[in-house]
């Protein structure tokens, strides 16, 4: 009865274990591409964010901004 059953469910498990196989790759290549597009984003943000500061760094440095007007002074 015991060999039985285990020659019955063998095919299942196969299958399973073939869908499964599959599945893990779908996922690597999904997660593989996930990844890409994080790492792409964060290095545009990370560009944006320098070219930001540099434009204020620059605005601070050649002193635009600064002045006197209205009811406050300052640079």
Same mark, same amino acid.
């Given at each position: 009865? #015991?060999?039985? *059953? /285990?020659?019955?469910?063998?095919?299942?498990?196969?299958?399973?274990?073939?869908? !499964?196989? =599959? %599945? &893990? $790759?779908?996922?690597?290549?999904?997660?593989?591409?996930?990844?890409?597009? #994080?790492?792409? *984003? /964060?290095?545009?943000?990370?560009?944006?964010?320098?070219?930001?500061?540099?434009? !204020?760094? =620059? %605005? &601070? $440095?050649?002193?635009?901004?600064?002045?006197?007007?209205?009811?406050?002074?300052?640079?």
């Amino acid at each position: 009865m #015991l060999a039985c *059953a /285990a020659c019955c469910a063998l095919p299942v498990l196969i299958g399973a274990g073939l869908l !499964t196989g =599959a %599945g &893990a $790759a779908l996922a690597e290549q999904t997660l593989l591409a996930v990844a890409g597009l #994080l790492i792409a *984003a /964060a290095a545009g943000m990370w560009w944006l964010h320098r070219r930001r500061t540099s434009r !204020t760094a =620059a %605005g &601070a $440095a050649t002193g635009a901004g600064c002045g006197c007007g209205g009811s406050s002074c300052g640079c």
